[in-house]
């Protein structure tokens, strides 16, 4: 296999943060030696992540072995997604904000068309269903776990407890009209085709709102391996887990 440079379109902070979590791990499980150490792991990971590459890649391109590789990467993610903030921990930062912005989206996966509850009839095609939460500005505040992708985005956000904590907290939240009828502080747009003239207002102011919601699911894809995960669907929470905690540390 040929092998040449490459680059990843992240700070060298980034690489810092995780070779340091990588060294506290080494420290804390008693690791003697390794064939890469924690800052070419750390390499190793955010190439993953970042880039997609694949298991076969990265063993070219590091010198080891693909099992080695998986080990790596299975590490790495695991240490990442443990900082992961959880809802309430979250909610602590998000009551700060005017108010927030509330979208799903579908990370696809290769499953085959076999696996009913992985397909998306939306998107009309299978993967899982993340919710994000994002701030006025469109900055991503957090992902939720992982769920098959037939799951509605309704369902999602309330097996995960984000309408509950949205509506305990008193905080205002925009979203598309997949989450119509959940009332409380959730605001959607108007549905139908002859509506009146002010909901077409409200729609449209609504529209602006919550588009910026968008730059957080652009941000979220740029980690190009979530743009087509080939991973256990055991994983995948993990995996966005890891994603949202190197973000942050980037940002």
């Given at each position: 296999m040929l092998v040449y440079p490459s680059s990843i379109d992240l700070s060298s902070r980034t690489l810092r943060f995780l070779t340091g979590q990588l060294t506290v791990r080494r420290r804390e499980i008693g690791t003697r030696w390794r064939r890469l150490s924690?800052?070419?792991?750390?390499?190793?990971?955010?190439?993953?992540?970042?880039?997609?590459?694949?298991?076969a890649q990265l063993a070219a391109g590091f010198g080891i072995?693909?099992?080695?590789?998986?080990?790596?990467?299975?590490?790495?993610v695991e240490a990442l997604s443990a900082l992961a903030p959880s809802l309430a921990e979250a909610m602590r930062t998000i009551r700060a904000k005017?108010?927030?912005?509330?979208?799903?989206?579908?990370?696809?996966?290769?499953?085959?068309?076999?696996?009913?509850?992985?397909?998306?009839?939306?998107?009309?095609?299978?993967?899982?269903?993340?919710?994000?939460?994002?701030?006025?500005?469109?900055?991503?505040?957090r992902a939720s776990p992982a769920l098959p992708g037939?799951?509605?985005d309704l369902t999602a956000a309330r097996q995960h407890g984000i309408i509950e904590a949205l509506a305990d907290a008193g905080l205002k939240c925009w979203a598309?009209?997949?989450?119509?009828?959940?009332?409380?502080?959730?605001?959607?747009?108007?549905?139908?085709?002859?509506?009146?003239?002010?909901?077409?207002?409200?729609?449209?102011?609504?529209?602006?709102?919550?588009?910026?919601?968008?730059?957080?699911?652009?941000?979220?894809?740029?980690?190009?391996?979530?743009?087509?995960?080939?991973?256990?669907?055991?994983?995948?929470?993990?995996?966005?887990k890891a994603v949202l905690v190197l973000h942050h540390a980037s940002a």
């Open positions: 924690a800052a070419r792991l750390a390499l190793l990971a955010l190439a993953h992540l970042r880039c997609g590459d694949t298991y072995g693909i099992s080695t590789v998986y080990r790596y990467i299975r590490e790495a005017a108010f927030v912005i509330l979208d799903g989206t579908l990370l696809p996966i290769d499953h085959i068309a076999a696996d009913t509850p992985y397909y998306s009839g939306k998107h009309k095609r299978h993967g899982m269903n993340v919710q994000v939460l994002t701030d006025p500005f469109g900055r991503l505040l037939s799951t509605h598309d009209k997949a989450y119509q009828g959940v009332g409380g502080s959730v605001r959607v747009p108007f549905r139908g085709r002859r509506l009146k003239r002010w909901k077409r207002r409200h729609n449209t102011t609504h529209a602006r709102i919550r588009c910026l919601g968008e730059r957080a699911m652009a941000t979220l894809k740029g980690w190009r391996l979530l743009r087509k995960l080939r991973c256990s669907t055991n994983r995948i929470t993990d995996v966005v």
